[in-house]
């Protein structure tokens, strides 16, 4: 069964920290995403990365950075935390199967993360 | 850029009622268009996945339909239950190197029983 995983539910962070938020999936699959979700504004998709140690920016990637070391793992961090990146974040990944069109993306839980 | 819209943002039916969601997009150059369902506080779960070349998938209750020509998409529910009670949204695959997929800000369904 497809399994997308991420480190927090729940999360509580000042403002200026360093914050981490990890993403795994046990797919063996090549493409991963981190999205925030906010209300009204729907997903919007902050960085990508379609194989290890890749990464590609997305519509909203200011004051944030990725990496991936390991191809199950993707991980978000926001250098400096702010109270504007108070949201939902979501991870998901997807397979590069060749075959054009029917690559479906898994999402994990989310994470709700607060900024104070 | 693509951009993708949904309507109603909410919607509430009673139960038993067939209903229709609404997803237009403005790029007709597309890979796939896809629907999920996301219920409060959860992630997001795919329903259907439409090819570019297809008109049509559906999953039991669930019909989805492409008019790529147009820009549209509809999500068909037939005989609505409580339990579909959740948002909806609906995202267009495009031509990124991963195939990106922009989304709409989603149709809120309340099935009334």
């Known amino acids: 069964d497809v399994k997308v995983t991420q480190s927090s539910r729940y999360l509580v962070k000042r403002t200026g920290e360093k914050v981490f938020l990890e993403c795994v999936q046990d797919?063996?699959?090549?493409?991963m995403f981190w999205y925030r979700q906010d209300p009204g504004l729907g997903l919007r998709l902050i960085y990508f990365?379609?194989?290890?140690?890749?990464?590609e920016k997305g519509d909203i990637p200011e004051g944030y950075s990725v990496s991936r070391e390991k191809k199950e793992r993707f991980s978000l961090i926001l250098e400096s935390a702010s109270t504007n990146q108070t949201s939902m974040y979501l991870c998901?990944?997807?397979?590069?199967?060749?075959?054009?069109?029917?690559?479906?993306?898994?999402f994990g839980p989310g994470t709700r993360l607060l900024v104070l | 850029k693509q951009e993708v819209t949904q309507i109603p943002a909410a919607l509430s039916v009673p139960e038993g009622e067939n209903l229709v969601l609404n997803c237009s997009f403005t790029?007709?150059?597309?890979?796939?268009l896809q629907w999920f369902r996301q219920d409060p506080g959860k992630g997001l779960t795919s329903l259907l996945l439409?090819?570019?070349?297809?008109r049509e998938q559906t999953s039991g209750r669930l019909n989805a339909s492409l008019d790529k020509s147009s820009g549209r998409s509809t999500l068909y529910i037939a005989a609505s239950q409580p339990g579909d009670s959740a948002t909806y949204l609906c995202?267009?695959?495009?031509?990124?190197?991963?195939?990106?997929?922009?989304f709409g800000s989603g149709t809120q369904l309340t099935v009334l029983p």
């Open positions: 998901a990944s997807s397979r590069n199967t060749g075959m054009v069109g029917r690559e479906t993306q898994y």
């Open positions: 797919m063996d699959h090549e493409n």
């Open positions: 990365s379609y194989d290890v140690k890749m990464k």
């Open positions: 790029d007709s150059a597309i890979y796939n």
């Open positions: 439409i090819q570019s070349s297809q």
């Open positions: 995202a267009v695959g495009g031509r990124g190197s991963a195939r990106q997929l922009t």
